[in-house]
């Protein structure tokens, strides 16, 4: 990749809990986030995108970060100085880099794109349709979904070198119900929906799943966003 170009790292991190019903941990994880992370990671020139806690398909105590860096060396160089929570609090992390796609995300964040749930979907492809797949999302498939009260967060590409590709996608929802009615595409055309965005929308979500090996999904709530101090 390109030195200069911003990169986002996704950060997943596992708070431990005596049990399901032990919120305490998650609010001394989400405390910490807001009063430590955040405000060091922008001293180093790193901005927090959004923090997503699990809701279906990811457990609760389970904390997805992004946070995008100008370029490489200022995220190599973060690394060296970064104070992650203690390890009595946060269990295990894993992070993995990527660049965007799309001009997604908007900068500034415009409140009126936050939305309470986003689904965390991961696609696979081949490498080499990374290109045809932004075009089609950015396009083709989101001016639909926005038309249908959806928010784009962003698209992104793995910085990994793996045989199957990993596209990661982040659309935000007014609630897990909105979410349901958005998969119906088979169905009758929403009201608001112009014929020919309806048509266009669809069939470029058909085309995407022919390039697409395997995905897979899970919903999670809004923590923070940029906007919500």
């Given at each position: 990749?390109?030195?200069?170009?911003?990169?986002?790292?996704?950060?997943?991190?596992?708070?431990?809990?005596?049990?399901?019903?032990?919120?305490?941990?998650?609010?001394?994880?989400?405390?910490?986030?807001?009063?430590?992370?955040?405000?060091?990671?922008?001293?180093?020139g790193a901005n927090v995108i959004c923090l997503l806690q699990g809701v279906i398909g990811t457990p609760a105590?389970?904390?997805?970060?992004?946070?995008?860096?100008?370029?490489?060396?200022?995220?190599?160089?973060?690394?060296?100085?970064?104070?992650?929570?203690?390890?009595?609090?946060?269990?295990?992390?894993?992070?993995?880099?990527?660049t965007a796609i799309t001009p997604h995300p908007k900068e500034p964040f415009p409140v009126e794109d936050y939305?309470?749930?986003?689904?965390?979907?991961?696609?696979?492809?081949?490498?080499?349709?990374?290109?045809?797949?932004?075009?089609?999302?950015?396009?083709?498939?989101?001016?639909?979904?926005?038309?249908?009260?959806?928010?784009?967060?962003?698209?992104f590409s793995s910085l990994s070198y793996e045989v199957l590709h990993e596209i990661k996608l982040f659309a935000?929802?007014?609630?897990?119900?909105?979410?349901?009615?958005?998969?119906?595409?088979?169905?009758?055309?929403?009201?608001?929906?112009?014929?020919?965005?309806?048509?266009?929308?669809?069939?470029?979500?058909?085309?995407?799943?022919?390039?697409?090996?395997?995905?897979?999904?899970?919903?999670?709530?809004?923590?923070?966003?940029?906007?919500?101090?």
């Amino acid at each position: 990749m390109e030195s200069n170009k911003p990169i986002f790292e996704e950060r997943v991190s596992s708070v431990r809990w005596t049990s399901q019903m032990d919120i305490s941990a998650l609010q001394q994880y989400n405390k910490y986030f807001k009063e430590k992370i955040i405000p060091n990671l922008e001293k180093m020139g790193a901005n927090v995108i959004c923090l997503l806690q699990g809701v279906i398909g990811t457990p609760a105590n389970t904390f997805l970060q992004i946070t995008k860096y100008p370029d490489i060396y200022i995220y190599s160089n973060a690394q060296k100085e970064l104070k992650r929570p203690e390890e009595k609090l946060v269990e295990h992390e894993q992070v993995k880099l990527f660049t965007a796609i799309t001009p997604h995300p908007k900068e500034p964040f415009p409140v009126e794109d936050y939305r309470p749930i986003y689904s965390n979907r991961t696609f696979f492809i081949d490498k080499k349709n990374i290109e045809l797949y932004g075009d089609l999302s950015y396009n083709k498939v989101w001016p639909l979904y926005e038309a249908w009260g959806c928010s784009i967060l962003g698209l992104f590409s793995s910085l990994s070198y793996e045989v199957l590709h990993e596209i990661k996608l982040f659309a935000g929802y007014n609630s897990i119900a909105h979410w349901e009615k958005t998969r119906n595409l088979r169905g009758p055309k929403p009201d608001n929906i112009e014929e020919n965005m309806w048509e266009e929308g669809r069939n470029a979500v058909f085309t995407r799943a022919e390039l697409t090996f395997k995905s897979n999904l899970s919903l999670m709530r809004t923590v923070y966003l940029p906007n919500e101090k």
